[in-house]
């Protein structure tokens, strides 16, 4: 009760501070959830056309700023459009990144980069890490009624090798030891 209506208090507190960004409550039943008109942030993504061929060939330094504050605030293409430059570009650091927040914008692919990472990594806490981003993917899948069936088999061949994973890590995740 206390953390919905400091919500609320700091909702009204901000829409008075900045009637530029005042909230706006969405009338879709998403209680509790505040929208800002007029954001300061990105809000409606603009993503280049993109074209076959390499990404480094097609972006320009202003449409990978814009691709990256665009990433940073949520956008899952942006994100995993970065994430695929960088790779191109062998820019591990970067790919990395890129690829972390791909996922974390709902990104499946990149859920599932990250989850087999996490696999071939191994060690309790990373198995169990891979195994939350299988069931985020899933769950993901579910809710936009995609297949789900290359991320069910991951998911099934963490459980056969779990305890590979423990141990080490696994980069067979589609084997039946």
């Not at 901000?14 to 009637?19: D, I, N």
Request: charged share 20%; net charge negative.
């Amino acid at each position: 009760m206390k953390s919905a209506l400091f919500l609320c208090l700091s909702v009204l507190l901000a829409s008075a501070c900045s009637p530029k960004h005042a909230a706006e409550v969405p009338r879709n039943g998403a209680a509790g959830l505040a929208v800002v008109a007029n954001p300061p942030w990105p809000a409606t993504p603009v993503i280049p056309e993109i074209k076959s061929g390499p990404l480094r060939n097609q972006l320009d330094a202003t449409q990978i700023s814009v691709l990256s504050r665009q990433g940073l605030a949520g956008d899952a293409t942006s994100a995993q459009l970065l994430m695929r430059l960088y790779a191109e570009k062998h820019e591990t650091a970067l790919y990395e990144k890129w690829l972390q927040i791909a996922a974390e914008n709902d990104d499946r692919m990149a859920m599932g980069i990250v989850a087999l990472g996490l696999q071939k990594a191994g060690g309790e806490e990373n198995c169990l890490r891979a195994k939350a981003w299988y069931e985020r993917d899933l769950r993901l899948a579910g809710s936009r009624g995609e297949l789900v069936d290359a991320t069910t088999v991951a998911l099934q061949g963490l459980a056969a090798a779990w305890e590979d994973c423990i141990q080490g890590g696994t980069w067979d995740t589609y084997s039946d030891k």
